[in-house]
T-cell receptor, first 116, second 113 residues
Framework: AQSVAQPEDQVNVAEGNPLTVKCTYSVSGNPYLFWYVQYPNRGLQFLLKYITGDNLVKGSYGFEAEFNKSQTSFHLKKPSALVSDSALYFC??????????????FGRGTSLIVHP | DGGITQSPKYLFRKEGQNVTLSCEQNLNHDAMYWYRQDPGQGLRLIYYSQIVNDFQKGDIAEGYSVSREKKESFPLTVTSAQKNPTAFYLCASAPQSSYNEQFFGPGTRLTVL
């Protein structure tokens, strides 16, 4: 089965500083990777995805992610953090289930806290 | 206004009672999903459906049941057999292609008293 790992439960960063939220993956074959954000007591919102092509993927709200095949990583980045970026971030990978369906498998999530 | 809705937002249940969570989408998506979210555990897949009148168990299906009689609706029933049902439940939908991202509803917080 495909999987992703988010090694940090929490990331703290000062407003205006660059932020990185880490994700590593374990897949057989080509990985299809996603990032989502969740604000308190809300559903998840899609940020960006990597299917193929350019290793730097740009997404919503100024976020981007860098796909690194040699390091099996897909870290989420933003050049300048905002207090409003404080939320829970999930990395996900497309996983093939028995029966042939492709379903995302999610990481445990990383809480990003941006301090004023 | 297209989207995916869940109701109710908060739900309280006594032990031993079944309860049904609603999920409706008007995005014309073929696939729908139910996840359970607990602190520190991420999202765990309960059931999913790729087409009307068909659904499959996810990773934690025990104590839950679903139906998919209409394309736009995918209700989840939490039965009394679910030993620890207090959690945040999220419904999602997606176009059939496996490359597409999911669209999530706002969630239902279920508390068993």
């Amino acid at each position: 089965a495909q999987s992703v790992a988010q090694p940090e439960d929490q990331v703290n960063v000062a407003e205006g500083n660059p932020l990185t939220v880490k994700c590593t993956y374990s897949v057989s074959g080509n990985p299809y990777l996603f990032w989502y954000v969740q604000y308190p007591n809300r559903g998840l919102q899609f940020l960006l995805k990597y299917i193929t092509g350019d290793n730097l993927v740009k997404g919503s709200y100024g976020f981007e992610a860098e796909f690194n095949k040699s390091q099996t990583s897909f870290h989420l980045k933003k050049p300048s953090a905002l207090v409003s970026d404080s939320a829970l971030y999930f990395c996900a990978v497309r996983d093939r289930r028995s029966g042939g369906s492709y379903i995302p498998t999610f990481g445990r999530g990383t809480s990003l806290i941006v301090h004023p | 206004d297209g989207g995916i809705t869940q109701s109710p937002k908060y739900l309280f249940r006594k032990e031993g009672q079944n309860v049904t969570l609603s999920c409706e989408q008007n995005l014309n998506h073929d696939a729908m999903y139910w996840y359970r979210q607990d602190p520190g555990q991420g999202l765990r897949l309960i059931y999913y459906s790729q087409i009307v009148n068909d659904f499959q168990k996810g990773d934690i299906a025990e104590g839950y049941s679903v139906s998919r009689e209409k394309k736009e609706s995918f209700p989840l029933t939490v039965t009394s057999a679910q030993k620890n049902p207090t959690a945040f439940y999220l419904c999602a939908s997606a176009p059939q292609s496996s490359y597409n991202e999911q669209f999530f509803g706002p969630g239902t917080r279920l508390t068993v008293l």
